[in-house]
């Protein structure tokens, strides 16, 4: 008689059961405090960093609308998660249902591959704010960064999209065990006892374009913002331009460091227990992170942020 987890060839499993750190019990506790203290951190950071971009009419410009979008996409990586793992860890069942986990890569990819073309449009903004800096205002106009914002979304609908479809057809047998926080696509294909042939070239292919050809064009972006820098003659107007794009550079490296490692790998080479610590880093860490590294080196967003507590003080004391 087969068992409640589990499927025979062509019926999808009722669930799965997400070991986490279930084989380490005594990191289940200090993981949860970690994980409810930062998913509070990117609530309120990624949250304030919205208000501010879209309530102070000096962060108007391209930059700030991008950094807007980045900041919603890192508040709905942590949310599609992190919930889910918090309950796992608080109970002993440990399980998400089969179509709880179709939603949650769904959206997880969906959200990554649009992280990967809003992290190389701000990469453009930049160039263009260093390299053309008395035709910034007429090339990087609002409707083109709405496009470029609109483009990111449906390119990561669509590699999300293909995934999905692929990925439901997979049949697996016996008990449906993810060695992982979370569900994601490379697990779901580990995971399945039919040829995955199709399934890894794709994903391959997909990653490589949407995660590669983004990369390759924030690298020669920073390559020609480098070379404009080195000819700029004083060391202060070296260092002013070079800050305006380190906050930017660590964001890019936090995201597709673990990405690189994670997706740029046959899926049949895959290790669950490497991937789940890596996949917990850039679902959490790195969201928890960005508003903080853009708010500590950014002197426009520190004085919104003064001016949006000082309006919230006035409302309440009246």
Known sequence: MRSENQSIWGD?????????????????????????????LAMWGNVSIILV???????????????SHLSFLDLCYTTTTVPQMLVNMGSSSKTISYSGCTVQYAI??????TECIVLAAMALDRYVAICEPLRYTIIMHRPLCQQLVAVAWLSGFGNSLVQVILTVQLPFCGRQVLNNFFCEVPAMIKLSCADTAVNDTTLAALVAFFVLVPLALILLSYGFIARAVLRIQS????????????SHLVVVSLFYLP?????LQPPSHY???QGKFISLFYSIITPTLNPFIYTLRNKDVKGALRRLLARIWRFCIR
């Open 259 to 263: 990405a690189i490692y994670m997706y």
């Open 235 to 246: 060391s202060k107007g070296r260092h002013k331009a070079f800050g305006t794009c380190s």
């Open 53 to 67: 971009s879209r309530l102070d009419p000096q962060l108007h410009s391209p930059m700030y609308i991008f950094l």
């Open 108 to 113: 997880f990819h969906w959200l990554g591959c």
């Open 12 to 40: 999808p499993p009722k669930d799965f059961i997400l070991l986490g750190v279930s084989d380490r019990p005594w990191l289940e506790l200090p993981l949860f405090v970690v994980l409810l203290v930062s998913y509070v």
């Open 271 to 273: 290790s669950q227990e």
